[in-house]
């Protein structure tokens, strides 16, 4: 049975000497601990990133963390701290555990602990709860991964607000669990209008005729490596679009592929069993793929102060 795309279990491996941030402190990860109180546990009521580390430098830090706080706001979350207060807290972790290489992370913010644990935010005292968790991860799969169309709908932002990353993963959950069960890498979900929205963790990108078409952020995240790689294509002078996208249009494209932190660039090459191209990475996708690993080792924060 195939994989996900977002990472693979089994070739992901936690760092065994991992400390865990939580709440200002490093704890050895086996050893990290929070409330049975807390409100991401109780009501997935937090926000978190995913952020990734290539070559000494945590790529994007500065768009993940705009996102975290602005997830945040949305939430009314006061996370205490400025925003490059949080940057540093952050790469003062990654050099104490002297992060450097294929590492994937992610900082989590709860509203904090909530007795009795009742809905009304006002139970909770004490400020937020923040933890930094992380594993190595290894490169996207380049063979491309199988998906089925699952029958859970992404939700309507007038429900929640796509744009917001929160620890609320319920019905992407319940679309992987229909990809497992299926025996597929993936689940693509359609918004409540039955177009194309995203994959379980990832956003997606089809490509008709030359042309990069990706699904309007309405019904999904608003990905970084999804606006990175419409730069890219731009740049490499594709013509890209943002709108809606029928599964019709899924079966027709020459080519589809998956973004995301974890995901990188990923090839589709199955949907609902029907080969997509000629069942392998197409030559837009391959091409995409090698600008984002030049960027992604090119820019980014640099772990180690620069003197
Ligand atoms: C539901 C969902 N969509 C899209 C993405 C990709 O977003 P990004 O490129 O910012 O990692 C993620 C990332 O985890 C996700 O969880």
Not at 121 to 137: D, E, H, L, T, Y
Not at 149 to 173: E, F, H, P, T
Not at 175 to 200: W, Y
């Amino acid at each position: 049975m195939g994989t996900s795309a977002e990472s693979t279990p089994g070739t992901t491996t936690t760092a065994p000497d991992l400390r865990v941030y939580v709440n200002g402190e490093l704890v050895p990860a086996g050893e990290a601990r929070i409330s049975v109180f807390d409100s991401g546990l109780n009501f997935a009521d937090g926000v978190f990133e995913g952020v990734r580390v290539y070559g000494g430098r945590v790529f994007r830090l500065e768009q993940h963390v705009k996102r975290l706080y602005e997830s945040a706001n949305a939430f009314e979350i006061d996370i205490g701290m400025s925003r490059n207060e949080f940057t540093s807290v952050v790469l003062d972790w990654l050099r104490a555990n002297q992060i450097r290489e294929n590492f994937h992370f992610r900082p989590i913010v709860t509203r904090g602990n909530r007795f009795p644990p009742r809905l009304d935010p006002r139970f909770c005292s004490g400020g937020p709860n923040m933890i930094f968790v992380g594993a190595s991860i290894e490169p996207a799969r380049q063979s491309g991964v199988r998906t089925i169309i699952s029958s859970v709908r992404q939700i309507n932002s007038a429900a929640i607000d796509a744009r917001i990353k929160s620890l609320n993963y319920g019905n992407n959950l319940l679309a992987r669990l229909e990809s497992v069960r299926r025996g597929a890498d993936d689940a693509l979900m359609l918004d409540d209008a039955g177009f194309l929205a995203e994959a379980s963790a990832a956003n997606l990108f089809l490509v008709k005729d030359g042309c990069v078409l990706t699904p309007w952020a309405k019904a999904c995240l608003d990905g970084i490596t999804r606006r990175t790689v419409m730069d890219l294509a731009t740049a490499q002078g594709r013509a890209v679009v943002e709108r809606d996208l029928s599964v019709t249009e899924i079966l027709n494209a020459d080519e589809v592929f998956l973004t995301g932190t974890g995901t990188e660039i990923t090839p589709v090459v199955e949907v609902e069993g029907r080969r997509i191209g000629d069942g392998a990475a197409g030559a837009v996708t391959l091409s995409l793929q090698e600008a984002y690993s030049e960027v992604v080792r090119s820019e980014g924060t640099p772990i180690e102060a620069v003197p």
